[in-house]
């Protein structure tokens, strides 16, 4: 059975700092391309970060750059989102994907958030407050 579990969300105050995690199972990790999506209340889905299965490398949507830290622990098949300075805008639910894709960034066109995910963990709530 396919499985993304996502853990580590929670409340925490401006400027606060979370990790979330993504344990993935039942597919070949190697495979696949890891990343983060997120929907606050009223708002549709955004990219948030990705990390490429083929070399490590990383990729972050614009708001998120230079606070927000993707990595992996391949001998655990998990991915981590390292998140500082959060906001409240920050506020929603964060969801693992994975992508059948070797790169995260392809083209300003073509990045791991234009592609149709293949498997979605079930998310976890962020709460910033003021």
């Known amino acids: 059975e396919v499985q993304l579990v996502e853990s580590g969300g929670g409340l925490v105050q401006a400027g606060g700092s979370l990790r979330l995690s993504c344990a993935a199972s039942?597919?070949?990790?190697?495979?696949?391309?890891i990343g983060w999506f997120r929907q606050a209340p009223g708002k549709e889905r955004e990219g948030v970060s990705c990390?490429?299965?083929?070399?490590?490398?990383?990729y972050y949507a614009d708001s998120m750059k230079g606070r927000f830290t993707i990595s992996s622990d391949n001998a655990k098949n998990t991915v981590y989102l390292q998140m500082n300075s959060l906001k409240p805008e920050d506020t929603a639910v964060y969801y693992c994907a994975a992508v059948r894709i070797s790169r995260c960034f392809y083209s300003p066109h073509s990045t791991f958030f234009n592609y149709a995910v293949d498997y979605w963990g079930k998310g976890t709530l962020v709460t910033v407050s003021s």
């Open positions: 990390i490429s299965s083929s070399d490590g490398s990383t």
């Open positions: 039942g597919f070949s990790f190697d495979d696949f391309s």
